[in-house]
Each structure stands twice: as C-alpha cells, then as structure tokens.
C-alpha cells in the first residue's frame, strides 16, 4: 500500500472516529441537560411528589366563642363532648395477626378465602374487641358497623376512629379509671355547644351543625392530602350571620407516614385558636318574660330600645330546646320540629294582617292628607255603608260620636273607615313605605322575609289581571284586614319609630353602647305636633283605659293599640291577636308588638286586648322592674 493510500485510509478512520465522538458528546449534552433539568427545575415538583407520598395533614378548627346577653350573661357557650376511640393506625398488627388467624381457619375448612372480605372481617372483629371492654365498663351494648371502619378506613385513617360518643362526665371517669395507660383505647375531649338557656331566644341565637367542609386560612402543607377533624357552624340565626367571627382558627398538625399510609412521627403541630366572642343586644330577663308569655301560644313577641333599635327580646312559638341540637341534629328531633311548625322565625319570616294596629298607620295618613283635624268628630253608630255592603264596628251598638283620641282608645272601626276613604288607598299606602313596612328590616338574621305587601290598585292591577280596586278594599286596609302582610318585627319598628318621632328603626342584635349615637336613616314624621300628639295620647288613652288597659297599670303606665285580624291556616279560619305600643308612656323606652296566632278548633275567640296584651305587660313589668333595681342600687 502507497504512503498515499494508508494516509487517505487513517482519514477515514478519523472521519468515523469524529463521528462517535460526536454522538457520544450529543449523548452526554442531552444526559446532562436532563439530569441538570431534573435537578434544577423539577427539583421542587420532586420534593412535592416526596412530601405528598410521606407526609400527611390534619387540620382541627378552634373551638367557637360564646354568645353573651347584654348584661354579658351567657347564652351561647361550649360543653366538653367525651369520646371513646381508637386509632386504627395502632392496631395495624392486631389487623394483620386477626387476617392471618382467619386465613388458617378457612384453610383447615378446605375453604378458599376472599383476601378483601376478610380483610373487612378482621379489622371489624378487632376493633369490636375493643368497643367490647368500652361496652362492659359502661354497660352497654353497642356494635361497631364493618362499612363505617372501612369508610374511616380509606378516607380519614390518621383520624381518630369513634366507638362511643358525647359519654356523659359520670361515664367518662368510669372509662378513664379503668382502661388501660398503654390500651389503643383513648378518650378524646371535643367540644359541642351548649345553651344554659335553653329554649330561650332560640330562632334568634339559631343553631350550628358539624361538617368537615370548612374554611381556612392558607397554612403549610397546603399540597399535601389532607384529613379535617369535624366542625361546627352556623346554620341558623346569629350562629350563622356572626359565623365568621364566632369560628376560631385552624390548627394543624404534619405526619410522616409509611407505604401503607400510617402513621409514623409527627413533625409539625399549630393549635387551634379559640374563636371571637359576641355581645348581642338581647335581655335574658325580657327575653324569659316574653318566653313565659307566649308559652301555650303560637305566634311571635318582638320588644326593642327604642333609642337604638336594640332587640331586647325575640321570641317566636312554637320553638325547640337548642340543646336538643347538639352536638348534632337527629332526624327524630328534626322531624319533631317540622311536625310542630317549629323551625319558622314567625317574628322575621311571619307574615301576618296587622288588624286594627294598622289604624295608627290610616290616622297618620289621614292627618298628613288634612282629613283630620284636632276637632274632627266621627258619629259612630256601630256601623258604616260603604256601596251596597255593610261594614260593621267590633261595637255592635257603635261608640257615639269619637274624635280621633277616643277613636284610638276605643279602636272604632266606623272612624278609620270613614277618614280611610276620605285619605284615599295612594296616601294610606304611601304611609305605610314611609315607615317601611313594605320591606325587610336589615336586621342580622338570615331569611328574614321580603314578601311583605301594602296593597294598592296597581297591585292589585297586576295581581289580579286588571282587576279594579274598589273602596271596600280601602275600608278593609283601613282597619288593618284585606291583603295586608307586616311581620311582627317590621310592627316593633313602626311603633318604636313613632314613639321617637321619627320614620325609620333600624332593628339589631348586636350590643350598642350607651353613648353611641344611633342614625335609622328615617326622617321626622312631619306632620302637624299638636296631631301627632293626639295619635300618642289615643294610645296612652288606650293603654290607661282603652282596649290595651291589660298591658300595663296604674303604676306602669304603657301607650298601645290593639287588633284582631282574621286569616285562613290551613284552609281554616283563624284570629289573630296584635298588641303594639310602648313603655313608659310619657318617656318611651321599649317597644313591642305580639302577635298570637288563635286555635280554630277550639272555638275560642281570640282578641289583642286579652291575648296579646297580657304578654306584652310580661315584658314591660321585667323592664321596668329591672330599673327600680337598678335605681335601688344606685342608692
């Protein structure tokens, strides 16, 4: 071979030589960027991944603040609630040993075993060994269900796993006395709410129920898989408007675990944090008066400061005993409830005619349109015609001649139909928006009523596919019957408005200092004050010596008006009561209104005078007993 030809040769080797280095450099760019790839940017992905199959969280929300009365008196707090449980993490050994056992059973029966029913198997029979020494410490008898251990099984392992629950202290200290210091039985301590109070203000405080569904705030561990121990929250009443700052703080606590997703060492823990309490403007001495009088009724008792707004007392029957909720709702509770009617807030949610309270509303009207003057006298001879039918007084004989004091404390019905025309529907109803009867009050609790009606031609245009308004329809407004619909709370507003002078009441359950200055966005009711007068001296009148004289005394004199009104519930016909008004009569500091809702079956006639009137003094006497304590003491 020429020199030539061996260098041409060598060339060509380097060629091929050039090339897999060349590959191998390509090889090992693309191994080390993919290396350097993983190592730099999915190091934290890696780390993640790592952390979600070794580590587990457990979030456990803060127990919930109390509620206090305005006196800060409690009327909401928490009970310990003791548990009797086991950590199915600590018998993993029990489980394995009770399958093997199994196992060998079936095998010397020539049986050929179902490795996933007797897994179930074994895992309920140890655990039921264990609620079986709970059962004869306590002398009960309970069974433990193979689905709930499996559910808590494959759902809430690192949970402890309930055998018994809310133990009473008596069968706590036997458990805890005599279970063992290393048993897998444990006694866990929670909390539940408790009401000292019982059925007291029980639509107002509402109630909570228990979910594992809650908020919380962004803590560490946010990506890993995540177990939640049980909380309350506010369904109902002030628990659920005022949940947000009742509920406390989440802690948590990180786990590593093994394989199989147990329990190995915990490595991080916060507390919980208790949540905020709440001073509510409620009056547990008012607040019992008018439970005590509205207990053999059905209906609903509002009072508030008239100043503020405050409400001192909300009661509404039927109602339930808040302690039969807790610390959960059963259905046989639930049911009871519903059979009674009980779980609707007749003072936010009842819609009711307001009867012949409503004729402080046609007697404001009908001052504001000029239809009643200081000397205006309406002859009352126990009737009025309006068209061809005849409207009747609740005087069959008829009152005499009444000018608009003596109309109010005898309720002549002849004197509100009579200036009730003259005013004319548009002025009588554009008085009634003015104190805002037509809509909900704002107060905090939720699913207070918006279908609140103040009927006029319009509505009833519309309601009626244009069918035209006629004047009975404005005598039956008059006196407070037709289409009318005020809850009790939106009457409460109305009377404390007009006892202040004013067009508007901002109702609320929330404290109010004394010396806070309080603006209901109303106006004054503007009209004539030698008038306006003559309306409160009716009442005053009526309160003395009028249909309302059982609401107060010769040493507790109270301003109010009576009414009865006739619905149909259920398809029958039905009478309701009313009182509104206030005390005391020459210096206004409470108002009222009750409404009891009459039992057809029995054939009783029901009236605001003697229904509605005794339980409003109920709660006017408590006010005005607490005052002289509080004179007497700061003597």
């Not at 508030?304 to 039969?324: Q, W």
């Not at 609790?445 to 319009?458: S, V």
Request: charged share 25%; proline share 5%.
């Amino acid at each position: 071979m020429t020199e030539r030809a061996e260098n041409n040769a060598v060339t060509r080797r380097n060629r091929r030589l050039y090339a897999f280095y060349a590959v191998i450099a390509i090889a090992a760019l693309a191994l080390l960027s993919g290396l350097g790839y993983r190592q730099l940017i999915l190091a934290d992905d890696y780390k993640l991944a790592e952390e979600r199959q070794n580590y587990r969280r457990i979030l456990t929300p803060g127990p919930r603040g109390d509620i206090f009365d305005r006196e800060g008196r409690l009327l909401v707090g928490n009970r310990p609630v003791f548990t009797a449980a086991v950590y199915l993490n600590e018998l993993r050994r029990e489980f394995r040993q009770e399958y093997f056992d199994m196992v060998r059973e079936m095998r010397d029966r020539r049986q050929l075993p179902d490795r996933q029913t007797l897994n179930v198997q074994a895992r309920a029979r140890v655990v039921q060994r264990y609620l079986d020494e709970v059962n004869e410490i306590l002398g009960r008898s309970e069974t433990v269900e193979p689905r709930h251990i499996e559910r808590h099984f494959s759902q809430s392992l690192l949970l402890p796993f309930p055998l018994v629950s809310d133990m009473s202290p008596e069968e706590y200290a036997r458990l805890v006395e005599r279970i063992p210091v290393d048993s897998p039985l444990q006694v866990i301590t929670e909390t539940a709410r408790y009401y000292p109070h019982g059925r007291a203000a029980a639509h107002a405080l509402g109630y909570v129920s228990t979910t594992r569904e809650f908020a919380s705030a962004e803590t560490t561990g946010e990506g890993l898989l995540t177990f939640r121990q049980t909380a309350a929250v506010g369904r109902d009443g002030i628990e659920r408007f005022f949940d947000e700052r009742l509920q406390g703080s989440v802690g948590f606590e990180i786990w590593s675990v093994d394989p199989g997703g147990f329990q190995y060492e915990r490595v991080f823990h916060e507390l919980p944090v208790r949540g905020g309490s709440l001073a509510t403007s409620i009056d547990i001495d008012l607040q019992r008066a008018a439970d005590e009088g509205m207990v053999d009724h059905a209906g609903a008792a509002v009072a508030l400061d008239i100043r503020t707004g405050e409400v001192l007392a909300m009661t509404s029957k039927p109602d339930f005993d808040l302690n039969d909720l807790s610390p959960r709702l059963t259905r046989s509770v639930f049911d009871a409830i519903s059979e009674e009617g009980g779980w609707l807030n007749r003072a936010v949610q009842g819609l009711y005619p307001p009867g012949s309270t409503f004729k402080l509303v046609t007697a404001l009207a009908a001052v504001r349109a000029g239809h009643v003057e200081a000397d205006t006298v309406i002859h009352c001879p126990g009737f009025h015609i309006v068209g061809n039918r005849t409207f009747r007084c609740h005087n069959r004989a008829g009152h005499g001649d009444e000018d608009l004091v003596e109309a109010i404390r005898d309720s002549c019905n002849v004197f509100f139909y009579e200036r009730g025309l003259r005013t004319g529907i548009r002025n009588i109803a554009a008085e009634a928006r003015r104190f805002g009867l037509d809509s909900a009050t704002g107060i905090e609790l939720p699913g207070e009523t918006r279908r609140m009606l103040i009927p006029d031609p319009d509505w009833k245009a519309r309601r009626f596919y244009g069918e035209p308004w006629f004047e009975g329809d404005t005598a039956n407004v008059s006196i407070g019957q037709g289409d009318l619909l005020i809850t009790p709370l939106g009457m409460a507003a109305f009377v404390a408005s007009l006892a202040r002078g004013e067009t508007r009441t901002r109702p609320t359950l929330a404290r109010i200092g004394a010396d806070e200055s309080v603006d209901h966005g109303g106006k004054p009711v503007g009209i004539d004050p030698g008038l306006l007068e003559k309306i409160l001296e009716g009442m005053r009148e009526a309160g003395r010596a009028g249909t309302a004289r059982l609401a107060g005394s010769p040493t507790m004199p109270v301003a109010g008006k009576t009414g009865t009104a006739q619905v149909r519930k259920d398809g029958r016909p039905t009478t309701l009561a009313w009182f509104v008004g206030y005390a005391p009569a020459h210096s206004p500091r409470v108002a009222i209104a009750v409404v009891v809702e009459g039992v057809p079956d029995t054939g009783a006639t029901y009236g605001g005078g003697a229904v509605a009137a005794p339980i409003a003094r109920r709660v006017f006497e408590a006010y005005v007993n607490k005052q002289s304590l509080l004179t007497a003491d700061a003597r």
